[in-house]
């Protein structure tokens, strides 16, 4: 079975810093997609930048991008230019290619970081 | 605008009552899902439904039941079965269950308290 692991439960970053958000998996598949959710205090989760296996190219989305290490099965979450509202709990989560008895579209979660960021 | 309804935000039960949690969506997505979630566990899938009429047991789904007469909506019952039933329940939707790429659009929670 897939699982997916965050070792950081908190992290702080100045603002305007730069951070860097861990998430490692573990898998056997070879195609599969991989998301970062962003969970803030109202608690609804936001989807911030998704990953698909097949991809070598890492992806960007504006001050987020992730380091894809598909060997390494490690999927990072960088965030440029830190901002106050960046604040909240960051999930990584995998999901399979395969459809396992209809459940393709399930997603596995780790356990969250919840990042804070300083004025 | 498009989205998730979770109602109510908080919910407070006695120990042994049922209680119905609802979800409804005005996206058109045939997908929709039930995840619990506590502090240090991430999300846990309770059950989904890929077509209206259709649902399945996810990881945790003892104590709970679901149903899907409308594409729209798709209630939780937390039942007297579930023997720690306190914890924040989000439901979630997309377009359908073949898409692979399509990210989940998730409501705004419900917390649930049982006393």
């Known amino acids: 079975a897939q699982t997916v692991t965050q070792s950081q439960p908190e992290m702080s970053v100045q603002e305007a810093e730069t951070v860097t958000l861990s998430c490692t998996y573990d898998?056997?598949?070879?195609?599969?997609?991989l998301f970062w959710y962003k969970q803030p205090p109202s608690r609804q989760m936001i989807l911030v930048i998704r990953?698909?296996?097949?991809?070598?190219q890492n992806a960007t989305e504006n001050r987020f991008s992730v380091n894809f290490q598909k060997a390494a099965k490690s999927f990072s979450l960088k965030i440029s230019d830190s901002q106050l509202g960046d604040a909240a709990m960051y999930f990584c989560?995998?999901?399979?290619?395969?459809?396992?008895?209809?459940?393709?579209?399930?997603?596995?979660f780790g356990t969250g970081t919840l990042l804070a960021v300083q004025p | 605008d498009g989205g998730i309804t979770q109602s109510p935000k908080y919910l407070f039960r006695k120990e042994g009552q049922n209680v119905t949690l609802s979800c409804e969506q005005n996206?058109?997505?045939?997908?929709m899902y039930w995840y619990r979630q506590d502090p240090g566990q991430g999300l846990r899938l309770i059950y989904y439904?890929?077509?209206?009429?259709?649902?399945q047991k996810g990881d945790i789904a003892e104590g709970y039941s679901v149903s899907r007469e409308k594409k729209e909506s798709f209630p939780l019952t937390v039942t007297s079965a579930q023997k720690n039933p306190t914890a924040f329940y989000l439901c979630?939707?997309?377009?359908?269950?073949?898409?692979?790429?399509?990210?989940?659009?998730f409501g705004n929670g419900t917390r649930l308290t049982v006393t």
């Open positions: 989560a995998y999901r399979s290619e395969t459809n396992y008895g209809g459940a393709t579209n399930k997603l596995i």
């Open positions: 898998t056997s598949e070879s195609d599969y997609y």
């Open positions: 990953q698909e296996a097949y991809k070598q």
């Open positions: 996206l058109n997505h045939d997908a």
């Open positions: 439904s890929q077509i209206v009429n259709d649902f």
């Open positions: 979630a939707s997309n377009k359908n269950w073949s898409s692979y790429n399509s990210p989940l659009h």
